[in-house]
């Protein structure tokens, strides 16, 4: 029998077991907790406004706006102001009772809303920045319309080496079926033929066929030039589609001959000049897939570049190409691998357009810029009025089915923000993975952000039937 007057010893607390299945948990409950939130949120909102200024109850939206006309130049820069704090102080002053039951003391919440508030009701642009605003967006819109003409794709076809392209694409197509099917689970390849047709498309575009100019070398001598600022452009330049020149000076003294860089838009002239930076590239290389027949998107950024993204049949999602970098699926580049800021990212299509930043900033408190712009409600309402213009002549079977992708994507869109935040939390939790406590060697939890295509999809031996790249990088020049 056990002495009495010996103390007994206390029992050692076990360590929590923060495994997969307890944070896959977490985050389902996280999703749940959320979407009632921001349902409860909707329904109150719209009990407390008796009139909606989206553009489904104010009638078609106006067509006599003037739309301000703006090209892929060098003129667009960053902003300022956080784009989800107007959502916020707005949230706030709905629901004065919201305010009083949150404790003075407690810590900030970790800025969701800012990433994009969903919950947010379509309103029409009234003041002069939503209506400036509304006006880009709208000019920028009518891009990808220009690709749609047959006579352009049929010309741009003539510079494309088909034979080579689809000889490239039927090879690569082979080995990832082959690699699929030997790995003997019936899982399907992992990119059908036409993605691998892009894929050898965007290869010979940046290494064969357009070049990467920052300063033009002088045409007199070939000597390098200084840039001496913006020139208005000649008539010719203009009917081509430039609305911007760049003059550059050639540096030997003795020659002095100055050069002219114009920034064309007009995807025909692209096809002859062949040379430019981030923009004259994604406007020439979409237009190609367009020819080629992938339905493309041409992506505005508001930090001055721009990408494309191509649809992909055999993954049902949208696709991110750089042409400028030669990178296939990569959405994180600008942001965890250049460690940008961005604000905007709108991508525009023959059939709409849609705000596509969740796609590239998955850490908006580390990469977002505040997006002032214009609020919310008020993007979310001109991103519905170019939808509607562009699909205004669509039949009811083509409608269902962009309304059903655009739901899919908005699914795609929302697991981003849901993982980006469930990572978050986890890593503030003691004794999780990468935590503060944790010393068991675990890899911290951003260790599961996404590697490049190519890395995960290309052994060796596809390696290296791909020629080596000779063109440096250009991501100081975004």
Known sequence: MADPNVPRRK??????????????????????????????GL??????????????????PSRSSTFS?????????????????????????DHPSAQSHKPSNSAPLPPFSSVRPPASLATPPQDAASLKFRNLLLSLSLTPTKYENPGLLDEALSYVPLDR????????????????????????PDWGYQDCVIKALLRWFRRSFFTWINEPPCSACFSPTIDQGWTPPTPDEAARGATLVQLYRCSLPECAAYERFPRYNDVWTLLQTRRGRCGEWVNCFSMLCRALGARIRWVYNSEDYNWTEVYSDHQQRWIHV????????????YTENWDRRLAYCIAFSNDGATDVTRRYVR????????RNRA??????????????????????????????ESQREERELQNFVTQAVAAEVTN??????????????????DSDQKRPIEAQNHPAAWNQTVEEDVQPSRQDRI
Not at 377 to 397: A, D, F, Q, T
Request: charged share 30%; aromatic share 4%; with cysteine.
């Open 375 to 404: 609020p919310e409600g008020v993007l979310l309402w001109i991103i519905e009025e170019i939808r509607s213009r562009r699909r205004e002549n669509m039949s009811k079977e083509e409608k269902r089915r962009l309304v059903a």
């Open 43 to 60: 329904k109150e909102r719209t009990r407390c406004r008796s009139r909606s200024g989206s553009p489904a109850a104010s009638g078609p």
């Open 11 to 40: 029992p050692v607390p076990t360590r929590p077991n923060y495994d997969e299945a307890w944070a896959k948990d977490l985050r389902e409950q996280f999703e749940q907790v959320l979407c009632c939130k921001r349902l409860n």
């Open 428 to 445: 503030l939790l003691p004794g999780a993975p990468g935590g503060p406590l944790d010393t068991s060697g675990c890899v911290s939890a």
């Open 363 to 370: 850490n908006h408190a580390k990469h977002g810029r505040e």
């Open 165 to 188: 392209i689809y000889g490239e694409a039927g090879e690569e197509s082979q080995f990832l079926q082959t690699l699929a099917e030997s790995a003997g689970d019936g899982r399907k």
């Open 69 to 93: 006309r703006s090209g892929a130049s060098d003129s667009r820069r960053s902003e300022h102001l956080m784009g989800g704090q107007a959502e916020q102080n707005q949230s706030t002053t």
């Open 322 to 333: 750089d042409p400028c970098e030669e990178a296939w699926d990569q959405p994180l580049t």
